[in-house]
Structures are given as structure tokens and as C-alpha cells.
């Protein structure tokens, strides 16, 4: 997360995440799941533009284009033009906002102004990385002080992916999704992410997903990955809940079979998807490749960098 100081507010960079290991556990008592992940933060970003607002409510505005501007996290509408709009309890930027005011027990208003670019309904984090972002923000804009300790129990109340994003870095998540180790990795691996036609819901992937009876151990992975192993790692990226999306979604076999032709140290999806990230020698590579995949048809390619 990229933070800066503007003339009248603060500009939040709100990144996406690529999970390289994912393993589900088993079906908690809370409806959620069990789960193992390495995530790392990638160089694709969102914008938010947090300045206070002295008529006390919450003003929301969302750019975006195409379906990267639709989504539950979104509340301006496709093919509208960009308009303030009033709070609504179903955004989680605007939830992220509410809930920090109740909480820290002020009556402030904010302006909130997001640039959509992650894709959404794809595996990336970018509503959580943007109700983070958010908190980030309010918490500056405000002048509240709160040490992220406390942004983080806040976080964890909004979903499970928005603790990792205040981590700010690479991290190991466990429980469901909330409780954050860091994560070391060497070298600068590059990567080309592809987003679909077609998105997928986070809950009928986990609803297909059979949890691991013999679970798969995380530790290689994260040695590789610290000692700057690429090549390794690509052989070592799992997810999950790969079989269970390739049963709702056709695009998860025909992305499997594309990116398979290429020449990369190994490829996967993101999180329940449908995005798919292919792990590449360096930037250069990356590039190259996203021209060839973006020509085939299969979707929106991007090569991005991970983030330390």
C-alpha cells in the first residue's frame, strides 16, 4: 500500500494479491474455513482519494470502466457518469469508512473518491485491498492516530482478505484469512495475470471445494520463495480450490491449457478466481507473454511485479 500527502487529502495506491499456495482445511463452526495461504501483493492498483468533509455524511465516488466498474463493492453504476454519491451500507469502502467513525466515536465527514483498475470477481483482493485502504485513510484524514494493531481488528470485521492488505507485504494467513504472519521473499519475480470473461462467486467455489484430507505443507513453498527460488516455486504453486472453480467455470480449463503452452516456471489461480497468473523468468518475459495471451483472446493480461 502506497501512501501520500496531497494539498487537499490523502491518495491511497490499494494493490491486488496473487495467492501462491492455497489450502483449505475444513469447514469451521462459523460457516467459514480452515485455510493456508502465501500471499503476495502485486504492482496493479486501485486509487483512493480520501478528504474530510464538513457536511458530516460520507460521499462516495467510483471510476471505472467496463466490468472492472461493476461489482458489489461498487456502488456507481455501469455506464453512468462518475457522480458523488451518498453512503450505502452495502459498499465496503463506505463501510470501512462508517464503521472506523463509529468506532473511534467521531462525527467527521469524508469525500472518498476510488479508481477502480483490479478486476473484480477475480481473485485479487481489490475490494478488500480497497476497504484497507480505506481505513488507512480515514485514520490519516481524520487525524485519529490509531496504530494498525487496532486497524486490523477493524479489518478483520469487514472480510477476511482486508487484514493482509495493512501487512504490507508478502504474509502467511491462516484461520480464515485474518490472522497474519510475514513472509520473506528474495528477488523480484514477475508475473502475468489474466482476468477472464467471466467472474466467480467466492462462496459456490468454497461450497465446491473439498477440503483436504491429507493437507499439502506450506514450508516449501515459503523456503523456496525466501531464498529467491523461482523456478521451484512455480513448480510448487497450489490451490485448493482450483478443481472446484474448474467445475463451476469453463474459462478455469481453458485458461489452464493456454497458459500452459507458455513458457513459464509455472502457473495458477488466484484465490476462487476466475484471474490465473502464470509465474515468469523476469519483466521483460512477463511482457512478452501478456502480448501473446492478450492475442489469443482468453482475456486481460497484465504483467505485474510482486511487491516486498
Known amino acids: 500500500m502506497l501512501i501520500h500527502r496531497s494539498s487537499v487529502g490523502w491518495i ?28 503476495v501483493p502485486i504492482g496493479l492498483y486501485d486509487t483512493l482519494l480520501f478528504e474530510e468533509d464538513s457536511s458530516g455524511q460520507i460521499l462516495f465516488e467510483c471510476r471505472g470502466n467496463s466490468r472492472e466498474s461493476r461489482s458489489q463493492d461498487n456502488i456507481a453504476a455501469l455506464g453512468q457518469s462518475p457522480a458523488v454519491l451518498p453512503a450505502n451500507r452495502e459498499n465496503l469502502v463506505v463501510r470501512a469508512v462508517d464503521l472506523f467513525r463509529r468506532r473511534a466515536g467521531v462525527r467527521r465527514g469524508a469525500r472518498v473518491r476510488l479508481i477502480k483498475r483490479i478486476p473484480i470477481a477475480g481473485g485479487l483482493g481489490g475490494g478488500s485491498s480497497d476497504a484497507a485502504a480505506a481505513l488507512v485513510a480515514a485514520n490519516e484524514g481524520w487525524q485519529l492516530g490509531w496504530p494498525r494493531s487496532e486497524l486490523r481488528s477493524l479489518a478483520a470485521e469487514l472480510g477476511s ?31 502475468v495475470v489474466v482476468y477472464p470473461p467471466e467472474g466467480l462467486s467466492t462462496a459456490a467455489v468454497y461450497k465446491h471445494c473439498r477440503p483436504a484430507s491429507n493437507p499439502r505443507p506450506i514450508e516449501p513453498i515459503l523456503e523456496s520463495a525466501g531464498r529467491g527460488d523461482w523456478s521451484l516455486v512455480g513448480r510448487l504453486l497450489f490451490n485448493r480450490l482450483q478443481p472446484a472453480a474448474r467445475e463451476l467455470s469453463v474459462w478455469i480449463r481453458r485458461l489452464e491449457e493456454t497458459v500452459s503452452r507458455q513458457d513459464c516456471w509455472g502457473h495458477g489461480m488466484s484465490g476462487s478466481g476466475t484471474c490465473y497468473f502464470a509465474l515468469c523468468r523476469h519483466m521483460r518475459h512477463a511482457r512478452r507473454v501478456a502480448r501473446r495471451l492478450q492475442a489469443t483472446g482468453i482475456g486481460k493480461a497484465y504483467a505485474v511485479r510482486a511487491s516486498r
Do not use: S, W
Open 12 to 39: 491511497i495506491q490499494a494493490p491486488a494479491k496473487l495467492n501462491l499456495f492455497f489450502e483449505v482445511l475444513g469447514r469451521r463452526g462459523d460457516g467459514y474455513h480452515e485455510i493456508e495461504t502465501l500471499m
Open 161 to 191: 482478505d482486508v487484514p493482509f492488505f495493512l501487512a504490507d507485504g508478502p504474509a502467511v494467513c491462516r484461520g480464515r484469512g485474518e490472522r497474519i504472519v510475514p513472509a520473506t521473499i528474495a528477488g523480484n519475480a514477475a508475473f
